[in-house]
């Protein structure tokens, strides 16, 4: 049985290139879904992609150069953002997770747990609850 496609926009705000490239890699191998990306590197860039088209999925690295994901998390409105939002960050420990979803992520994945496979689960509930929490 064949599994029909779906189209998912995602706005990924990650200034280190060899990282997005690897959230790249893995975007890609997630079945049953179209992936178009927009690769941004500072929270500015990332308003400016997240006003001018549907995004369904922000990917936010915790840290951006002088910039902190958590700002970006905040300024993209969190919870009450249209898209759903996820953190991935090299720094490790309970503090910056729960600061992550304190500041509105739906979910967050330590970089050194990122695979295909739990980048995929992620996504898919971190949308599920992002629909179910806009009803």
């Known amino acids: 049985m064949m599994m029909e496609t779906e189209h ?12 997005s490239e690897l959230i790249y890699h893995h975007l890609d191998d997630m079945n049953g879904y179209e992936v178009q990306t927009y690769r941004v590197a500072n929270i500015d860039a990332a308003m400016d992609v997240k006003n001018r088209f549907p995004i369904d999925l922000v990917i936010v690295d915790n840290c951006l150069g002088f910039e902190k994901g958590i700002d970006a998390i905040q300024k993209l ?29 739906i979910n967050y994945i330590p970089k050194n747990k990122l695979c295909s496979d739990i980048l995929e689960a992620t996504i898919r509930s971190a949308i599920f609850t992002h629909d179910f929490e806009s009803r």
């Not at 998912?8 to 990282?19: E, F, I, T």
């Open 8 to 19: 998912l926009n995602v706005l990924l705000l990650d200034d280190d290139p060899a990282d």
């Open 77 to 105: 409105g969190g919870r009450k953002c249209d898209s759903a939002i996820i953190m991935v960050s090299g720094m490790i420990g309970k503090d910056i997770q729960l600061a992550a979803l304190d500041a509105g992520a």
